[in-house]
Each structure stands twice: as C-alpha cells, then as structure tokens.
C-alpha cells in the first residue's frame, strides 16, 4: 500500500519518518495516542480519490485528519498501526468567495477563511476557539457548533453542499449548493456530522453573511440560570440581533481570575451567576448595538433580571470579557482533574438540569464538585464534574466513568444529547451504543455498512 501510494502521489505525499509522524499520532488533549504505517498528503481531490481507491485494493484503514483539535480522539488512529493517515492540510485552497456563499477546500483554516471573506464585506458566522488550526472540513464532518449557534445554528446548518469522496473511491460533488433538490437522499447533510466514517469530505459550500459594521458585549451578573434564561427571552422578544449568551457560575469566574494572568473581574461586586452577551449590527442599523443592549439591560435592571451589568467601552474590554469565557477549560484544568462532558437537554430544561444533575452527582460520588457553563440559549453546556480535594488522576480514571455514566443518563432522561458539539469519536462510543434509541442505532450501522462495506473508514470511531 505504501509503496503503490508513492508510485500514484510522488514520494513527498507519503511521510514515515517516526518523528514528522508523532505530532500527529496523539490527540491535542493529550488522551489517545495511535500508530499509524505512515500519513499521506494528497494535493487535490483527484489524489484523495485515488489514495481511497488504493485502500479499498490493499483493504487499509484511513484516518482524515485536518486540523488535529478534536475534543474526543475522532482523529486519532487506533493502536494497532494497520491504518494510513489522511491530512488533508494540503487542501488548502479558498476556490470563490461570493455574495453569499464560498468554496473552501478540506484543509482551509477557519480564521483564513474568516479573513478571505471579510475582504469582500461578509463573514462566515461560525466561530470556536480553535478557530486558528481547525480546519473547514474537520469542523464540517463534526458538525462543529461554537459561539454564535444562537443565531445562525451550528456547521450543519451553514453548509450548503459538499464534495466528498466515498469508500469506492468515487467523487460526490454537491457544491452546487442549489436551494432546491428533491432527488432523493440527502448525501450532503448525510456527510456533515459522520466523523469521517463516511467519506471523505474535500471541499465544502458555505454560507455567508453580512459583516458586522459594530458590536456590543456585556457583562452582567444574576440570581440563577432560570432568571439567565427569562432575561434571554426578553431580549430575544425585543431584537434578533443577539448572537451570544454564555452563563458560568461565579465559582468559573474565580478560577479564571485565579490561574490565568491578565484577567479582571469585570463587575464590582459579587454574584451567584453571570452571562456574557453579545448583540451586533450590520452596516444601515437604526441603532448602534451599545445604545441597544443598554436600553434592553436598563429594562431587566428594573424588570430584577439583572442584578447589575457592565458594557464593555471599547473593543479591548470587549475581548477582555470574552477571554474570561474562552479561558474556563484552561482554567478549570489548572484546578485538578476533572471530567469534561459536552451534553445537551431542552432550552428550557436547561436551567434546572444544571443545578439538580450537579446535586445529584456531588451526592452520588461524594467529595466531588459539578457545575456547567456555556451556550445556554442553545441547551449545550459544557457540564464538569470535579474531583475530590487532592485526588489524583487516578480517580478520573477508577471512578471516572460511573460519574460519567450518571451524567449521561440524567441527559439522556431529560430527553438531551451525551454529545451537543464535540461529537463522539472513541471517547463516547460505547455511551452512545448504550443510550442511543435501538432504531436510530441499528439505521446508523446500516448506513455505515451501505456506504462503507469495507469499513476502511475511521475505524473505531462513532459506531
């Protein structure tokens, strides 16, 4: 296989040295490493479609890999060796840009991409953290969510077609994008969200929008997330221009001001609560979005949804309080080990899940701390469960998965997700054939099995 792979690519496609291999053998959080015969880099679909081919011949495993962020090993080759690599980070080509869509290849960077379309005056309105090394078709086969879902919903929604090559080898090119196609099955959407196991996407169709000509982020303290959630109705009621709403308990915010230099608090006083909000305006707005978020705010103050709340006066603060938020992870891990988990319930449901499912587990595994964070208006937050004062890795990996599996099944019994926007690689491949509803599993093996008999495809992960 390696060596038809040279003679079909060129020797400078097919890399074997042991060290250029490591970096991309491990996931970015350090949780899986693989082994891999060795990692191709194919310079066009064509060459994609041909590496495929190839290992539908030799019966070789393929693991695309882009950016290599993902959050639950979905990229990570399994230990056996037996399988190839697949970096799609050649592909790296922004092929249109137009009025209201663009064509970017696999391996784009998603802050290239964000700066290719700005020239023209719109925006691609996903963003994430990982926004300057994730790639465009990683955050597509994942489904990748991010900050601004409350308004324009996650990667799925965004794509409007897709290039992609299948297990035989062969090319489907839906980046057309056309609004309407009622011939059968939707490949594309089919696509996004598979994780690889699938096909093998090379080229995505994307939405776009207009730029944002001024932003406003707040600040604001409260009583609950159930008050967090009325003050976000009654903003929502009032405009459609919020594009974030984030809530972490104050215990987030002093672990950030405590492990991570440079951040302030940004209120004067103390709080049980707090949510970050984000409003914009396009280019023609009749009101700029500080005078606007300062009406609406001033309303909840009077309305005691708001306890108090600070507008950011310039850009830098604006940032500065979105660094508080995007640095949580960072800050929490500093605090010891805990367990991370990515789930999602009911809008509604989320303000309760959030304060009884941590009662329940810090009384199920005593000694432990749960709390969550994140995108309330969407129903995702990320829920951490915290060990014990003093203990050791060695609790996530003894008591660990029981905690976890209490989790999951409050989630799964308040009619939520164990995955909302991470996905589920081989870290939550075992939950999902565990609570997934028999119909929908057994339709998700058959698909697999249709579209890639041979199971070449990212094996191990998903299903």
């Not at 079909?8 to 899986?32: C, H, K, M, Q």
């Amino acid at each position: 296989m390696v060596e038809a792979v040279r003679q079909r690519l060129g020797e400078r496609a097919v890399v074997t040295d042991a060290d250029a291999l490591r970096p991309w053998l491990t996931d970015w959080r350090g949780r899986w490493t693989g082994q891999a015969l060795a990692m191709v880099e194919p310079r066009s679909t064509e060459e994609v479609a041909a590496l495929v081919g190839l290992a539908a011949r030799y019966r070789v495993p393929l693991v695309a890999q882009g950016g290599n962020t993902s959050m639950v090993g979905g990229a990570t080759p399994e230990a056996s060796g037996e399988a190839m690599l697949l970096s799609l980070r050649r592909l790296n080509r922004v092929c249109e840009v137009a009025p209201d869509h663009a064509i970017a290849e696999a391996g784009v960077i998603l802050a290239d991409l964000h700066q290719a379309v700005a020239a023209i005056g719109k925006r691609f309105p996903l963003t994430l953290g990982a926004r300057g090394s994730a790639t465009i078709g990683g955050l597509a086969a994942t489904n990748a969510g991010g900050t601004q879902v409350l308004r324009f919903g996650t990667m799925r929604r965004l794509v409007l077609g897709v290039e992609a090559v299948l297990a035989d080898g062969s090319v489907h090119d839906g980046l057309a994008g056309l609004k309407k196609d009622n011939r059968g099955y939707n490949l594309d959407q089919l696509l996004v969200g598979s994780e690889g196991t699938l096909g093998i996407i090379t080229a995505v169709s994307l939405q776009l929008v207009a730029a944002v000509a001024a932003r406003a982020v707040a600040w604001v303290g409260v009583a609950d997330p159930a008050t967090a959630l009325r003050l976000l109705r009654s903003l929502q009621g009032s405009t459609e221009r919020v594009e974030g709403f984030e809530i972490l308990p104050a215990e987030s915010l002093a672990a950030v001001l405590r492990h991570v230099p440079g951040t302030r608090a940004p209120l004067a006083g103390t709080h049980p609560w707090h949510v970050l909000i984000e409003v914009t305006a396009e280019t023609g707005a009749t009101e700029p979005p500080g005078q606007l978020l300062e009406r609406l705010l001033s309303a909840s103050l009077v309305d005691g949804l708001v306890e108090d709340a600070v507008i950011g006066s310039s850009e830098a603060q604006a940032e500065a309080f979105w660094r508080i938020r995007d640095s949580i992870s960072e800050a929490e891990r500093a605090g010891g080990p805990a367990l991370q988990h990515d789930i999602s319930v009911p809008v509604d449901a989320m303000p309760s899940f959030m304060t009884e499912a941590a009662a329940k587990v810090e009384r199920a595994f005593p000694g432990t701390h749960a709390s969550g964070f994140g995108h309330l208006g969407d129903g995702n937050v990320h829920f951490h469960v915290r060990a014990p004062t003093s203990a050791s890795l060695d609790w996530v990996r003894g008591e660990g998965p029981a905690a976890s599996r209490l989790v999951h099944d409050l989630v799964t019994a308040a009619g939520g997700s164990i995955s909302a926007e991470h996905g589920i690689g081989q870290m939550k491949r075992e939950e999902l054939a565990r609570l997934l509803p028999p119909a929908r599993l057994n339709a998700m093996r058959a698909i697999k099995a249709a579209l890639d008999p041979l199971g070449i495809l990212n094996p191990g992960k998903l299903i």
